[in-house]
């Protein structure tokens, strides 16, 4: 599990600091067009934030209910999603997650499923995700909208979704003098950094279940090279998780 932030208030090099120096790993911030200005993230600002040794979660949301607006809608924001990503050097491969900030109710999914698929098919090379209720993350992975999901606690009651990467449990807290909310994430949360590294993660019990496939693999293999490949790749999968890898003697 990792700790971050997501925040209104563009950073700065000293809120950055307080944020990473309090074990912050990650900030979500605001993929928006300009006259968003207030909220939007810039190159300047993802530098610094990648300079405090953290990352960064995109998050497209101009109005709380917009997801509501359906594919018309979805393909104008996935435009502009896209500008803005590329203006930033948003590496592909990395995640736009698009907000449902409201308490969406099941007369809104239908709509909500085309705005998301409409906004994925603007933005080739990046994956898509929602953040929302629990049970829009729900209802979404069920229906296949996107592949990430970053769920928030609120209109949630007290339930936790399974398929969250990322799960906003507090608002409004102060650090460094700015109001942020508080986040968790288990795994393929999509972020990234101005480096242009796309830094992937495995949640341990999905690394744990796939370990099992590569040991059987190993067990049944006769051949060294074959044993050591599934040991290299059975290594791999345990610092994606952040386990300690371990020599290919059993």
Do not use: H
């Not at 308490?103 to 603007?122: G, H, M, S, V, W």
């Not at 949630?156 to 449990?169: I, R």
């Amino acid at each position: 599990m990792t700790k971050g932030i997501d925040c209104s208030t563009p950073l700065n090099a000293s809120t950055a600091k307080a944020l990473a120096q309090q074990g912050f790993q990650f900030v979500g911030r605001y993929l928006v067009p300009e006259n968003y200005r207030w909220k939007r993230l810039t190159l300047a600002e993802a530098n610094v934030i990648t300079e405090a040794g953290m990352q960064v979660i995109s998050v497209f949301e101009t109005t709380a209910n917009r997801a509501s607006g359906g594919t018309e809608a979805g393909k104008a924001d996935g435009a502009a999603a896209l500008k803005e990503a590329k203006l930033l050097g948003q590496p592909t491969g990395s995640t736009i997650y698009f907000a449902v900030d409201y308490d969406a109710q099941p007369k809104d999914y239908d709509n909500i499923e085309r705005y998301l698929k409409a906004a994925t098919e603007q933005i080739p090379g990046y994956c898509s995700g929602v953040y929302g209720s629990y049970a829009v993350i729900e209802e979404m992975a069920k229906r296949k909208a996107c592949t990430s999901f970053w769920q928030t606690y609120a209109w949630s009651s007290g339930k936790k979704s399974g398929n969250a990467n990322v799960y906003q449990y507090k608002n409004d807290v102060v650090i460094g003098g700015i109001s942020v909310d508080l986040n968790e994430s288990y795994g393929s949360e999509g972020w990234w950094n101005t480096k242009g590294e796309v830094v992937t993660t495995m949640s341990q019990d999905d690394a744990v279940k796939i370990i099992r496939f590569l040991s059987a693999a190993w067990f049944a293999s006769i051949n060294i090279e074959d044993k050591n490949e599934f040991n290299r790749l059975a290594n791999e999968v345990r610092k994606s998780a952040g386990i300690p890898i371990e020599s290919s003697s059993k």
